[in-house]
């Protein structure tokens, strides 16, 4: 790690702790074992073999649900990452280990609702996660400016494919354990964006350079699951999680209004040429928004599926 870096997450440290006592403050306690709707649930035989037509879930959906929980379940290769990046000193180490206590559920509900559902295949998502927390393959942001924006921004998708995957499912428990999910991811992206916001006071060139480098080259976490470019486009192509999500979600909300990147002063020439760079790079992701918004428009107008 680099001085400057260290210098930071040093300075920082009194805003994440303040951070983190509201985050505990404001985070609900929940049980995944009183969530799962057991009564539905009965044993797997041997020889079992999974029927798509179990759950009577859209090829779209299940690719979301298998998604989700896969992502969840690298979450030994996550702390690690943010461990190592935001170093070992209170608080940043106690906002880690609560934020792993805190994912580790989402991973135990998902796959209890999902077994007991059969709403995927059980051995493909074994496998799946055999092959996802045997790689180990997660983004490394690499600087702690990095590693913040680029959190604020995954743990805010993350949130809302959480909450689309559940609109989606024809079943209220389903829907309000994704919700439940959801609202955890919620206070995660709150607390990232605020000490962001925080950084950029201290050094905003630096930010905004890690802007600059997380938004153009972002990608969800997952990218080791098993045919997850498949998956991902069947999810896009549900309107769960698109490039039109991100745009109107995720940076138009974060990084231009809350951070205000248009508005943050004190820049190096460096970071001056950065800003202008990400700003054009949203506005051409926000007119592909637009026309792809159009696009599905049409498709309903004419009564096609949206995810045609």
């Known amino acids: ?64 649900l298998f998604v989700n929980l896969l992502t969840e379940d690298n979450l030994p290769h996550y702390f690690h990452t943010i461990d190592t990046m935001f170093g070992v000193d209170h608080p940043w180490r106690e906002w880690t280990r609560r934020w792993t206590a805190e994912e580790g559920r989402h991973s135990i509900v998902l796959r209890d609702y999902l077994t007991v559902t059969r709403a995927v295949d059980p051995v493909a998502l074994e496998r799946g996660r055999m092959v996802q927390v045997s790689t180990g393959e997660v983004p490394e942001p690499g600087r702690p400016c990095d590693g913040m924006v680029y959190v604020t921004l995954q743990e805010l998708a993350t ?9 989606l499912l024809d079943d209220r428990v389903g829907y309000e354990i994704m919700a439940r999910v959801a609202g955890d991811e919620n206070l995660h992206f709150v607390f990232y964006r605020d000490a962001t916001s925080a950084a950029i006071e201290i050094d905003p060139s630096e930010v905004v350079l890690a802007i600059d480098r997380q938004v153009r080259d972002f990608e969800m976490p997952g990218t080791g699951i098993p045919d997850f470019g498949t998956h991902a486009k069947a999810i896009a192509r549900a309107g ?31 970071a001056e040429e950065a800003r202008t760079r990400v700003l054009a790079h949203i506005e051409r992701l926000g007119k592909a928004a637009r026309r792809l918004t159009e696009r599905r428009q049409e498709r309903a107008a004419r009564g096609e599926p949206v995810s045609a």
Do not use: K, Q
Not at 57 to 62: D, M
Not at 159 to 167: Q, S
């Open 1 to 64: 790690m680099l001085d400057s870096d260290r210098i930071l997450l040093h300075e920082l440290a009194p805003t994440v702790e303040r951070l983190l006592e509201r985050h505990l403050r404001s985070a609900r306690e929940w049980f995944p074992h009183e969530m799962v709707p057991w009564s539905r649930g009965r044993d797997f035989e041997p020889g079992y073999e999974w029927d798509p037509a179990e759950a009577g879930l859209s090829p779209e959906v299940r690719s979301s």
């Open 159 to 167: 949130r809302l494919a959480h909450r689309n995957t559940g609109r």
């Open 240 to 270: 769960i999680y698109d490039f039109a999500s991100h745009h109107d979600h995720v940076l138009v909300p974060v990084v231009l209004e809350h951070w205000g990147l248009e508005r943050i002063e004190g820049l190096n020439a460096e």
